[in-house]
């Protein structure tokens, strides 16, 4: 698992910081804040159970340029909170949280990867600010759901009431 996790950071122009991480996903999905990288000397981690998640620390330059590279427009995306990659149940993702300047609002846009790792497909996009939230989500097939306003979605088109913070949870 944590090769496949690794490949997918190279082959998505990632820079990752330290090693492969596992951790509870109950633990994972609820921290909003940096993981703490495992150090390279102990080398990449395995999950030992279905409830366990490997990750990857992304250098938040490497973001940056991940983001200016897949949307066209240099600047227009932000991050705004640390992204979340990593490996769940045999299956990868990455989460992104930033800031659209040309909308002006904030953003969660969510990926899922192909088994080889070479192609990603975009399964939530979340647009937020304090007055309203509007998401376009197609999460069925996967164990996730978007968290809004402690209101958990996982499929369709349309729009709720603002929200500060949107994360990204098992369903």
Do not use: C, H
Not at 41 to 48: I, K
Not at 55 to 73: I, N, P, R
Not at 85 to 102: K, P, S, T
């Amino acid at each position: 698992m944590s090769n496949r996790l690794r490949n997918l950071a190279i082959g998505a122009g990632l820079a990752t910081v330290g090693a492969i991480g596992t951790k509870k996903a109950v633990d994972y999905f609820k921290n909003r804040g940096k993981e703490q990288p495992p150090a390279e000397s102990q080398g990449d981690q395995e999950t030992s159970s279905a409830q366990e998640v490997s990750y990857a620390v992304v250098k938040d330059d490497s973001l940056q340029k991940f983001l200016d590279a897949s949307f066209g427009k240099p600047g227009r995306y932000v991050p705004t909170r640390p992204s979340k990659l990593f490996d769940y149940q045999g299956r990868q993702y990455m989460v992104v949280w930033a800031r659209d300047n040309e909308k002006n609002k904030n953003q969660m846009l969510a990926f899922i990867y192909t088994p080889d790792g070479k192609e990603r497909k975009m399964i939530a996009s979340v647009g937020y600010t304090a007055q309203t939230t509007d998401y376009n989500l197609n999460l069925s097939g996967t164990p996730f759901a978007v968290e809004v306003n402690g209101q958990k979605l996982t499929s369709g088109q349309g729009e709720t009431k603002g929200a500060t913070e949107v994360d990204f949870v098992p369903a």
